[in-house]
């Protein structure tokens, strides 16, 4: 994930001085790399602690770590896309960059090790809310064409009662593309004390918990920072989703045709 992404995809647990960090450093981030944490700080009307725990927020270790990526974000020219879409085919070519970049953060074990969990399970449940419900209902609706039951749960009202009706050999998927929902993150973090499996699908590397989750999918995010563009990373989630079925179809001996 580039500075820009790590700050888009924790947004929604944000306190009200990281918004307003993070709306200055959408517009000024060559400050970072141009500045002491005392004069960024000073720029922005925080405190250098505020600053430092924002950058902890995000997943770094400090101001230092966060000042070096942004940095190397810099030099490798991550801010000069800032421009409107001219033609479909520039369009286009944002998603198949992102579908390009799903084999640098996915490999074939982690695909197999996820067809086995769900090829194993007694009852499936998979958790998504807005957009990443329609990626839930997707994932269900394409396991059933497998002839795999499960149930898409996409109201958060449901997702206390149906992780308690968890027993030994469920499993539990949950899709967000942020990984900081925190309807999300309350549901999985109490999935993850039952004695069913857990698998997340994100686009977020550091997930809350993702060392305890059976499989961590993690996938590329091309949501833009432009004003000018409209992207969406769901898109690369749902042919990710394809990408496991075939997997899932080879295990089964289900063959085209």
Do not use: W
């Given at each position: 994930m580039t500075p820009l992404e790590r700050m888009s995809a924790h947004q929604a647990e944000f306190t009200r001085s990281d918004r307003k960090i993070q709306d200055y450093l959408n517009n000024n981030l060559s400050e970072i790399s141009s500045y002491s944490i005392t004069d960024v700080a000073?720029?922005?009307?925080?405190?250098?602690?505020?600053?430092?725990?924002?950058?902890?927020?995000?997943?770094?270790?400090?101001?230092?770590?966060?000042?070096?990526?942004?940095?190397?974000?810099?030099?490798?020219?991550?801010?000069?896309?800032?421009?409107?879409?001219?033609?479909?085919?520039?369009?286009?070519?944002?998603?198949?960059?992102?579908?390009?970049?799903?084999?640098?953060?996915?490999?074939?074990?982690?695909?197999i090790q996820?067809?086995?969990?769900?090829?194993?399970?007694?009852?499936?449940?998979?958790?998504g809310i807005h957009e990443s419900g329609l990626s839930a209902t997707y994932f269900s609706y394409r396991l059933n064409t497998l002839g795999i039951d499960s149930e898409a749960i996409s109201s958060v009202a449901s997702f206390h009662s149906k992780i308690m009706c968890a027993k030994k050999q469920d499993l539990n998927v949950f899709f967000s593309v942020s990984g900081t929902n925190s309807q999300i993150v309350e549901a999985s973090t109490l999935a993850l004390d039952s004695?069913?499996?857990?698998?997340?699908?994100?686009?977020?590397?550091?997930?809350?918990?993702?060392?305890?989750?059976?499989?961590?999918?993690?996938?590329?995010?091309?949501?833009?920072?432009?004003?000018?563009?409209?992207?969406?990373?769901?898109?690369?989630?749902?042919?990710?989703?394809?990408?496991?079925?075939?997997?899932?179809?080879?295990?089964?001996?289900?063959?085209?045709?």
């Open positions: 000073e720029h922005i009307g925080v405190s250098k602690s505020a600053l430092l725990r924002f950058c902890k927020r995000i997943g770094y270790s400090g101001y230092s770590e966060f000042k070096y990526h942004v940095s190397s974000y810099l030099l490798s020219g991550g801010t000069n896309g800032e421009s409107t879409i001219h033609s479909i085919e520039e369009f286009t070519s944002f998603y198949i960059s992102g579908i390009q970049e799903i084999k640098n953060y996915v490999n074939d074990s982690q695909l996820t067809a086995e969990y769900i090829l194993r399970a007694n009852h499936i449940r998979v958790f004695m069913a499996d857990n698998i997340m699908i994100t686009c977020n590397r550091l997930v809350p918990h993702a060392s305890q989750f059976n499989c961590l999918i993690t996938l590329p995010m091309i949501s833009s920072h432009s004003k000018n563009l409209f992207l969406d990373s769901h898109s690369i989630v749902i042919i990710s989703i394809d990408l496991l079925m075939n997997y899932i179809a080879k295990d089964l001996g289900i063959t085209e045709g």
